[in-house]
């Protein structure tokens, strides 16, 4: 896919949020969601599902930017995600682990499900890539109504659950973790 094709979603996907009325960020009935005046940051530490990402957030002093202006598209792993993780990220020998997995987990521009599975539509190859903040590439395709999303270290997680559109982007809850975390080195 050509490098035009990747950063053109982006642009493409803050213009459709701009037409969207307020409301409480949650997927309505007809798959669109509608934008909600809290950001990334307030809506993973106010949402039980995301417990230990918002720990993660938090230890790696990255809740400062998705408090930010945005936007971002955050794949936010679940906490039964993180259960088989290495180590806890939580934990401050993890801070600089943690870290990288968050950018590994984070696009820029506020991608909807919608989005990126229209995307998914006009690639020929049924695949299309988006570059993280973590300069890696993520890969998604759909493996019949679900879509699915790669990592580059071949970890595979599929978006589940209801998308929330923030103020400053998307959390797009997916149930595993694109990448593991080395565990902390004993000094």
Known sequence: M???MRWALAPLCVMALAGCGDGAGKADGTG???PSNRTIAATLKDDRAFG???RVLDNAALGDVLAGK???TVFAPSDAAFTASAG???DEAMKAQGAAMLRAHIVPGALTRADIEAAIAREGSGQVQMRTMANSLLTFSKE???VIVMGDNGARARLSGSETVASNGVVQP???LLMRAAPAVAN
Request: glycine residues 24%; without cysteine.
């Open 88 to 90: 806890d990220l939580g």
């Open 2 to 4: 050509g490098l035009t």
């Open 70 to 72: 945005g936007p971002y």
């Open 174 to 176: 997916i149930d595993g």
């Open 52 to 54: 230990t990402l918002e």
């Open 144 to 146: 019949g109504e679900t």
């Open 32 to 34: 669109a969601a509608a």
